[in-house]
């Protein structure tokens, strides 16, 4: 699909689904107070997107408390019959201890608070937020199940799982006679790369499909902390991360200094390969056929324009050897970058 922004969409197969998504995602968390309250700006984001033939959209219930979902349903008015549409539970909504986890009780009341919200009738992929230790896992896939017999839920989902909890997951469905998980939504870059060592050979032995969250690793893949003030990690309202510096390493110095001496490696590596940086790094979440999509997290127009004008850029041949060579397969610079 071709879209208005002049970029061809490519598609691929999530998991064992059989449902076909656009390889980039828009993600909606920055949706509301978290990033952008400027609703109309945000319509016109979702509406740029579909124009480009994105078609995978995912936002999740705790996003700004649900303002997200309300944002993103508003947008998609008109237009549900051309998206996919993904959603989360299980982290908890404005601090209320009781409307988190994947019990039973959450999940059915939850999808039913995102439904209406979204304004739709079902929800293409309803994943898991995050592990809930404190509810067996037989009874959250047994809610799953329900909600997907029920007609409001098309697929399942988990996210940020440890290929035990995935294997968990698996085996439970199977034993249960309920649907599997289709799907993993983990945090993957060139910076935070530990899913390669069990997650995604996990995923490919399940058949799952892998829908990657910070494929730009906060933004530190534009390249735009590389310089200036953000050399001091000084708070800038322009930038989430900024805002937040205990994110994506902002708020220490050593590992400041650590990833902006790999970026300015990798900067290197996209200009031999005649690519930006951006570019670059999206090519390289998408170079394993595992990886069914990767979210892009905007919160302006102009920087979903900027990310939509990398367009589809396949790596050449020797350019993952030559990203190998800066951060090794398997290894996360920052160790939190995996939670």
Known sequence: MTGGSGRTQQFRTLGHSGIRVSTLALGTMMFGSWGNDDVDECHRMVHRALDAG????????????????????????????????????????????????????????????????????????????????????????????????????????????????????????LAIGSLAPTSEQPPYSMLARGIESAVLPACRGLDMGVIVWAPLNGGWLTGKYQTGKYQTGTHDDSSRAMRKPEHFDHAQEAMRTTKRQIVDSLSGVADDAGM??????????????????????????????????????????????AIDAVVAPGHNVNPSDAD
């Open 276 to 321: 930006t940086l951006k570019q670059l790094a999206l090519g390289f979440v998408l170079d394993d056929p595992t990886i069914t999509a990767a979210i892009i997290g905007p919160r302006t127009l102009a920087q979903l324009d900027d990310l939509l004008a990398a367009g589809d850029v396949a790596l050449p041949a020797g350019v993952r050897d």
């Open 54 to 173: 994105i078609t995978l959209f995912d936002t999740a219930d705790m996003y700004d408390d649900g303002v997200s979902e309300t944002i993103l349903g508003q947008a998609l008015r008109g237009h549900r019959d051309r998206v996919v549409l993904a959603t989360k539970v299980g982290n908890p909504m404005a601090g209320d201890p009781d409307r988190r986890g994947l019990s039973r009780r959450w999940i059915l009341q939850a999808c039913e608070d995102s439904l209406r919200r979204l304004g739709v009738d079902h929800i293409d992929l309803y994943q898991m937020h995050r592990p809930d230790p404190n509810t067996p896992v037989q009874e959250s896939a047994a809610a799953f199940d329900e909600l997907v017999t029920a007609g409001k839920v098309r697929a399942i989902g988990t996210s940020t799982f440890s290929v035990e909890q995935i294997d968990e997951m698996a085996d439970t469905a």
